[in-house]
């Protein structure tokens, strides 16, 4: 049956999402406090589950576009519950960007909300929806650096500070992945109502790659040290420095032991 309305239902917050908050909330506590006798485990938990938060909201940003739009099957499908579990491909959206920051510590945009883009008219509707996710993932950068570019870290503690500006790095590096115009990425999606018919056709076999092709990209050294040199210039320009990001991904990675640089830093 086709759904023609949402119900009360539908829009209910998940348990699932209301335990991956209470994880963030609970291990960042325990990141500022100094609580866990493993600094780098604290800082973990709290990156990776807030990494998770930001993926679920980014998901939900384009659902709720889309449902404003027109497309209201996005309620039954459960996109509005915040749980990640409800994706078309929960390993694409969840497990394997979470798998990209324990292993290289980069914000790899996820994906998997089915919009049904024939309920919705209008060109503006159809790009302001693969807007939303990554304008989501600006917002959560602009909220992890605000301390930096409002000079308020007095009083914020170390570790806490250095969690808050890998976090930022991996949200800034997922909005500028997913702001590429490449087919199967949202940049793509924002483009592709604007092009001709005949672009379209031709594009359209590629978009199950472009993901794994600006990732084999990212591969070739000259192009990863570029587009990392344009995300810590991003970032020095909220206010954090290399030395906190590096001290950040150091912590998360606390298998690899730490920095005896970033054990002195203040």
């Not at 908050?21 to 866990?36: D, H």
């Not at 679920?56 to 659902?63: G, K, S």
């Not at 594009?203 to 192009?223: D, M, R, T």
């Amino acid at each position: 049956m086709t759904a023609t309305t949402t119900r009360p239902s539908d829009r209910r917050i998940s348990p699932v999402f209301l335990g991956i908050l209470a994880v963030t909330a609970v291990t960042g506590w325990a990141t500022w406090t100094g609580f866990a006798e493993q600094p780098g485990v604290a800082v973990f938990l709290f990156v990776t589950a807030a990494w998770i938060v930001s993926l679920c909201l980014h998901e939900y940003a384009h659902a709720r576009t889309a449902l404003h739009s027109g497309d209201i099957s996005v309620g039954s499908k459960g996109y509005l519950t915040l749980n990640p579990l409800k994706y078309t491909h929960a390993l694409l959206s969840i497990v394997l960007p979470v798998i990209f920051v324990i292993m290289g510590g980069i914000g790899l945009p996820g994906g998997a909300v089915f919009i049904e883009r024939n309920r919705i008219q209008g060109r503006w509707k159809h790009s302001l929806i693969s807007a939303a996710g990554p304008l989501t993932n600006v917002l959560f950068a602009a909220v992890c650096t605000a301390p930096f570019w409002l000079h308020s870290l007095d009083g914020v503690p170390r570790d806490f500070r250095f969690a808050l500006a890998f976090l930022a790095l991996l949200q800034v590096t997922a909005a500028l992945l997913n702001f590429l115009p490449v087919p199967g990425l949202d940049g793509y999606g924002v483009i592709e109502p604007w092009l001709s018919y005949n672009i379209k056709r031709q594009v359209e076999p590629f978009a199950p790659f472009g993901l794994l092709f600006v990732f084999a990209l990212l591969w070739v050294p000259s192009i990863n040290t570029y587009f990392f040199d344009v995300i810590d210039a991003i970032l020095r320009g909220l206010g954090i420095s290399d030395l906190e990001t590096y001290c950040g991904q150091n912590l998360y990675r606390f298998w690899q032991g730490t920095n005896e640089y970033c054990s002195i830093s203040q």
